[in-house]
């Protein structure tokens, strides 16, 4: 206990207005979102692209680190602060609940390391980075399943047939499937391209969705991302 009390009261001895100390902090900083980006490509569940949003978790910490470290000692910056984050928007906004999490606790880091707080901020992201693990091994079976996105593109039919197409598409796949979730949907000049996030019933409906594609459109071309790993099947 009296080690602990040391290592964690030598980080928070270090000043934070030094040069050492804030290239202690945005270290650390890196070390944990790194972790934590990591955990989330592992782990996650949702349906987005985890690894361009991944990529996104220690350029957030950094930000929120040097950001609070520069407006902490200064009520006036506080306040320009303030004013400044009024205007910014964002053009795509963020759907699943499990992405805006990870993110703010992107921004929690930084923001803890950024206030001087690393010891509380380190001893909080072994808690969280522990229970991730742990609730992932404790899953129901099902999760296990894999979690695919289908990117399909089919052969060439008239414009007033593509929706039917499409539907023709999602009707085979549904008994297949537990879930089917449409991303993306495209109208080419004589095509019909869309993506499809997909859970499979089990391991050998893969191969039966590749049958049932092929007798829907001989000329269709698809491809079968893992998105947990972001490869190709």
Known sequence: MGSI???????????????????????????????????????????????????????????????ITVVKSSLALSLGLIGALSIVRFRTPIKEPEDLVYLFYSLAIGIGVGAGRKDFTIIMSIIVFSFI?????YRDKDDSLPNLTLILETGSIPHNERKIQLDRIISSLAPLCTLINISRVE?????????????????????QIIDELTKIDKGINFRILDNASGKLL
């Open 5 to 67: 009390n040391q290592f964690t009261g030598l980080l928070y001895n270090i000043p934070t207005e030094s040069v050492f100390g804030f290239l202690i902090n945005a270290i650390v900083a890196i070390l944990l979102s790194g972790v934590l980006a990591r955990l989330y490509l592992i782990y996650g569940k949702t349906y987005s692209d985890r690894h361009l949003l991944a990529r996104t978790f220690v350029i957030l910490s950094l930000t929120t680190m040097l950001v």
């Open 133 to 137: 693990i742990i609730r992932a091994k």
């Open 187 to 207: 109208m080419l000049d004589d095509k019909l391209e869309a993506a499809l996030n997909i859970e499979l019933n089990n391991i050998s409906s893969l191969n």
